[in-house]
């Protein structure tokens, strides 16, 4: 059975900063991963998604994420926070595509101005 | 863009009330979702659907059953509501090739069940 973890329910840092949200999933085959957002009172929205080849995934609004098998890890990372990327974010692994995707519980990224 | 309606944004509802939850979907996609979101919890997967009549049961089924008599409508359907599932409710689909296509969510029903 897949399944995900997310590290810290919440998560802030201040504007301009480093923004570093963390995953680690477990799966029996390779997995596919992913991040979605979800902005206040909107449904969620694929941030960037890593099924196979290059392991540095780039996303939107300068997300970006790394799959790293050894460490079973796809941390979501950001140079420079900026306020609008305040929302929750999720992470979540398929072994068979979109069906059945397992989802982490939410990490809610405040940007302190 | 595609697009997955949620018919109701909020929904308040009586312990033991029957409760349709619709859901709309306009890009002709195959793969049909419910998940429930709770605090904590994160996503939970309560029943997908493959095509028109066909389902299957996620994670959490018990208390839900679901309808897909059209290929863009997927609905949710609480038999007898109980207090615990009072929840945020999401809608996604995507189409058959899902290995390259991101699940499109709606904007969500929160349901209050008193």
């Known amino acids: 059975a897949q399944s995900v973890t997310q590290l810290g329910s919440h998560v802030s840092v201040s504007e301009g900063a480093l923004v570093l949200l963390r995953c680690n999933y477990s799966?029996?085959?390779?997995?596919?991963l992913f991040w979605y957002v979800q902005y206040p009172n909107q449904g969620l929205q694929l941030l960037l998604k890593?099924?196979?080849?290059?392991?540095l995934v780039k996303g939107i609004n300068g997300f970006e994420a790394e799959f790293k098998k050894s460490e079973t890890s796809f941390h979501l990372t950001k140079p420079s926070a900026h306020m609008s990327d305040a929302a929750e974010y999720f992470c979540?692994?398929?072994?068979?595509?979109?069906?059945?995707?397992?989802f982490g519980t939410g990490t809610r990224l405040t940007i302190i101005p | 863009d595609v697009k997955v309606t949620q018919s109701s944004r909020y929904l308040v509802k009586r312990t033991g009330e029957k409760v349709f939850l619709e859901c709309v979907q306009d890009?002709?996609?195959?793969?049909m979702f419910w998940y429930r979101q709770d605090p904590g919890l994160g996503l939970r997967l309560i029943y997908f659907?493959?095509?028109?009549?066909?389902?299957e049961k996620g994670d959490i089924p018990e208390g839900y059953s679901v309808s897909r008599e059209k290929k863009e409508r997927f609905s949710l359907i609480l038999e007898s509501a109980s207090t615990n599932q009072t929840s945020m409710y999401l809608c996604?689909?995507?189409?058959?090739?899902?290995?390259?296509?991101?699940?499109?969510f709606g904007n969500g029903t929160r349901l209050t069940v008193t």
């Open positions: 996604a689909s995507t189409p058959l090739d899902r290995n390259n296509s991101p699940l499109h």
């Open positions: 799966s029996s085959v390779p997995p596919y």
């Open positions: 890593y099924t196979t080849g290059a392991t």
């Open positions: 659907s493959y095509d028109v009549k066909m389902k």
């Open positions: 890009m002709d996609h195959e793969n």
């Open positions: 979540a692994v398929s072994d068979l595509g979109n069906e059945k995707l397992t």
